[in-house]
């Protein structure tokens, strides 16, 4: 690959909360791709300084940035991208590691088209390395519940990769375990909206794109492999908790107020229903993580309404899945993206 320029550098930001040991794999994988302009951003979102003693005397081309709190990922990339002086931005996750040439073929894929504002690689799991990975497998899809799912993935089942979706395409949202962006597309809009704190914010940041009139793409030939759940455990309440708020924030505001209404009622039905399964299987923490979320949506009408008056849909939405994939999933059976799709 020829000597890269001011014009396709990459700067890579990385929120970071947790053990050393998991950051430290993920730079010396950094170390060795083969891309010739990178930089690498650590946002530190431990608000103990010298957390990260170690990473900085090992890895000294580290920019590191301190935290005076826990912005979560959301925040934790925003902070990153005020240093950053590439032309694109990679949000990574940091218990990733990835395959030498990835980046390579994700600028190559952005570059191919000026209306593509992201994209992200194939997402692998790091212990089964021939199955996909529950983050994004290779491109996230949604449907029109606000239910994501991936190409790989729908729910709890994950697929083996066996080269079923090598295809490069649009996609509807870019897994925030690792995609690229364009800076300036992500300063236009803002950057992440901090509220979400963690989890479905790189959702509604493609969505934003798409409103624009920007694809996203995944770009599969550039692959990485996942931990998943080093930050937030997939077991946490709190998981839950983000997970339904960011979602339910997504319907009633990224979408016309006429689809909006019309989609929250068939949408709550399905999380009582989730609700009445969690009480069931006697996860009490889970239960209450869901009608939390209702909570803090009945509580926060009015930043509802705000951010609402700050989105303007300039561009149709194409690419949304019109039938739900709960419905696909429990009822019918449909367990793939490929059976649902």
């Not at 650590?42 to 940035?65: C, G």
């Not at 497998?137 to 080269?163: H, Q, W």
């Not at 689809?259 to 929250?264: E, I, N, P």
């Not at 069931?280 to 909570?295: K, M």
């Amino acid at each position: 690959m020829p000597r890269g320029t001011k014009q396709n550098r990459v700067s890579i930001i990385i929120p970071h909360i947790g053990k050393q040991e998991i950051l430290q794999e993920c730079l010396d994988s950094l170390n060795k791709t083969h891309y010739p302009e990178l930089e690498i951003i650590v946002v530190n979102n431990d608000a103990r300084y010298d957390s990260l003693k170690t990473i900085k005397n090992k890895f000294p081309n580290v920019k590191l940035i301190q935290s005076e709190y826990n912005r979560g990922f959301a925040g934790g990339c925003n902070l990153g991208a005020q240093h950053a002086n590439g032309n694109y931005l990679l949000i990574l996750n940091n218990d990733t590691i990835h395959e030498n040439d990835w980046i390579q073929h994700m600028v190559q894929r952005i570059e191919s088209d000026k209306n593509i504002s992201a994209v992200q690689p194939k997402v692998k799991n790091y212990k089964r390395r021939d199955y996909f990975d529950y983050a994004g497998g290779s491109g996230g899809l949604m449907d029109k519940y606000c239910f994501p799912y991936a190409r790989g993935r729908v729910f709890n089942t994950i697929e083996k990769d066996n080269g079923q979706y090598d295809n490069a395409c649009r996609i509807f949202w870019a897994s925030g375990t690792a995609f690229l962006t364009r800076k300036h597309i992500f300063h236009q809009l803002g950057g992440f909206d901090e509220t979400f704190f963690a989890h479905m914010e790189e959702i509604d940041y493609h969505w934003k794109c798409q409103m624009l009139g920007y694809k996203i793409w995944v770009e599969p030939k550039s692959v990485v492999y996942h931990h998943g759940g080093s930050a937030l455990p997939a077991a946490s309440p709190n998981k839950t908790f983000l997970n339904y708020r960011n979602s339910l924030v997504l319907l009633l505001t990224n979408y016309p107020l006429n689809t909006s209404f019309k989609l929250f009622f068939p949408r709550i039905i399905m999380e009582f229903i989730s609700l009445i399964k969690e009480l069931l299987l006697f996860r009490w923490d889970h239960a209450f993580s869901i009608v939390r979320s209702w909570i803090w949506i009945i509580f926060h009408l009015s930043f509802l309404y705000k951010r609402r008056q700050k989105l303007e849909m300039n561009e149709e939405i194409d690419n949304i899945y019109e039938k739900s994939i709960v419905i696909k999933y429990y009822l019918m059976g449909k367990k793939t993206f490929s059976q649902i799709n």
